[in-house]
T-cell receptor, first 116, second 113 residues
Framework: ETGVTQTPRHLVMGMTNKKSLKCEQHLGHNAMYWYKQSAKKPLELMFVYNFKEQTENNSVPSRFSPECPNSSHLFLHLHTLQPEDSALYLC???????????????FGPGTRLTVL | ELKVEQNPLFLSMQEGKNYTIYCNYSTTSDRLYWYRQDPGKSLESLFVLLSNGAVKQEGRLMASLDTKARLSTLHITAAVHDLSATYFCAVDIRAAYTGKLIFGQGTTLQVKP
């Protein structure tokens, strides 16, 4: 595997289900991100993890719960979602450098989520 | 409030024509990135601009950065259909531990034969 991988690529779930999205980066980076991209909307940053520590939670509802067990893996746990949560969820990684620059982000292929 | 604004948001052009997409940002930054996204796909990195006056070219695309004006441009030369996609600029906010990229709204480019 190379780059940033995400599984599953497509997910359909009911509002009462619990599911998880998985992201893995094979680039040796130390920061990982979750983004939400809805139809015809800008990218919305959800969470940032730097060296496994969450450094950003962009006012995301608690029905989205991130987990970063190590610098290579990132999960997004989903429960009791709403239809408006249907979107493309993108994971990205980057190398945080000296001076705090977060640098170029490399994106995974995304998970297309549909909430019924 | 930090803002990154692209214009135009939608661009329909004929093959063979030239055009420029603009990216204005409201905060101090020396680093800017351009990404391409095809429909239903992820974002692909196009250019990394790391200093004032930086210019990068790849094929029919050329990107530049003017940090004093807080402006980046993506110039398209002799457009072809394969360039049809959405293009995002993203500004690197330098802030220890809480830094992130701020993305523009995206410019959807449609190149017609």
């Amino acid at each position: 595997e190379t780059g940033v991988t995400q599984t599953p690529r497509h997910l359909v779930m009911g509002m009462t289900n619990k599911k998880s999205l998985k992201c893995e980066q094979h680039l040796g980076h130390n920061a990982m991100y979750w983004y939400k991209q809805s139809a015809k909307k800008p990218l919305e940053l959800m969470f940032v993890y730097n060296f496994k520590e969450q450094t950003e939670n962009n006012s995301v509802p608690s029905r989205f719960s991130p987990e970063c067990p190590n610098s290579s893996h990132l999960f997004l746990h989903l429960h009791t979602l709403q239809p408006e949560d249907s979107a493309l969820y993108l994971c990205a990684s980057s190398q945080v450098g000296e001076g705090g620059w977060y640098n170029e982000q490399f994106f995974g292929p995304g998970t297309r989520l549909t909430v019924l | 409030e930090l803002k990154v604004e692209q214009n135009p948001l939608f661009l329909s052009m004929q093959e063979g024509k030239n055009y420029t997409i603009y990216c204005n940002y409201s905060t101090t930054s020396d680093r800017l990135y351009w990404y391409r996204q095809d429909p239903g796909k992820s974002l692909e990195s196009l250019f990394v601009l790391l200093s004032n006056g930086a210019v990068k070219q790849e094929g029919r695309l050329m990107a530049s950065l003017d940090t004093k004006a807080r402006l980046s441009t993506l110039h398209i030369t002799a457009a072809v259909h394969d360039l049809s996609a959405t293009y995002f600029c993203a500004v690197d906010i330098r802030a220890a531990y809480t830094g992130k990229l701020i993305f523009g709204q995206g410019t959807t480019l449609q190149v017609k034969p």
